[in-house]
Nanobody
Framework: QVQLVESGGGSVQAGGSLRLSCAGS????????MGWFRQAPGKERDFVASVNWRSGSTYYADSVKGRFTISRDNAKNTVYLQMNSLKPEDTAVYYCAAGSRWVTRTDLVDYWGQGTQVTVSS
């Protein structure tokens, strides 16, 4: 019943910026939290950022604090991830996520997007 469609991935040089978008459809009203995870080759899918849909409160992984900003647009039913000062270690597939609780762990996620590739070159 819930679909998450991501866009905005691509390739940038270190220090550059990208903005990811995730448009939700279906019963998104039942999901109070949305967020982003990422998975690099050979590694686990890790938490990046989360936002409370109703309040706009945010939470970030230590690795992206001060560089990434998560936000949401209620009218467009869309969540964004603004990524600045990108580093090669940010290279990963980024996944949009939604859940009824803070989506800071994969087991708390009820719905996933298809993923979008972000590649940062040095």
């Amino acid at each position: 019943q819930v679909q998450l469609v991501e866009s905005g991935g691509g390739s940038v040089q270190a220090g550059g910026s990208l903005r990811l978008s995730c448009a939700g459809s279906g019963r998104t009203f039942s999901n109070d939290h949305m967020g982003w995870f990422r998975q690099a080759p050979g590694k686990e899918r890790d938490f990046v950022a989360s936002v409370n849909w109703r309040s706009g409160s945010t939470y970030y992984a230590d690795s992206v604090k001060g560089r990434f900003t998560i936000s949401r647009d209620n009218a467009k039913n869309t969540v964004y991830l603004q990524m600045n000062s990108l580093k090669p270690e940010d290279t990963a597939v980024y996944y949009c996520a939604a859940g009824s609780r803070w989506v800071t762990r994969t087991d708390l996620v009820d719905y996933w997007g298809q993923g979008t590739q972000v590649t940062v070159s040095s």
